[in-house]
């Protein structure tokens, strides 16, 4: 039951990730200001990208009752470390930060 339960949540914060980065390039896309190499050259998003294409695999191997490698653990520790650092450096220094002249008064989507 545990490992259910702990795959779920993997899988669940796995496709947050991915289906976050995906609903912000379909809306800049559809509002016409999507520019790829500018956007996923920023660290939170590739960062983003690959946490939860990590969580997903890893959600499904515990699925599969495939045991972790050393090398999987350590590559949940680096991820878990990189959010946390890209989370503390948005907030305390780009959380003000005016939006690019060229995106006009486009509004980032937000939950509702």
């Not at 969580?55 to 653990?73: A, R, S």
């Not at 990189?82 to 690019?100: C, E, F, K, S, T």
């Amino acid at each position: 039951m545990y490992n259910y339960s702990l795959a779920t949540l993997r899988l669940l914060i796995g496709v947050g990730l991915i289906g976050s980065v995906i609903w912000q390039v379909t809306d800049r896309i559809a509002n016409g200001i999507f520019r790829p190499f500018e956007y996923f050259a920023y660290f939170s998003i590739v960062t983003a990208i690959f946490a939860g294409l990590f969580l997903i695999t890893t959600g499904f191997g515990l699925l599969l009752k495939i045991e972790d490698t050393k090398w999987v653990e350590i590559a949940r520790l680096s991820f878990a470390v990189a959010l946390i650092v890209v989370g503390v450096v948005y907030h305390a220094l780009l959380a003000d930060v005016a939006n690019d002249v060229r995106d006009g008064d486009y509004a980032w989507p937000v939950l509702p």
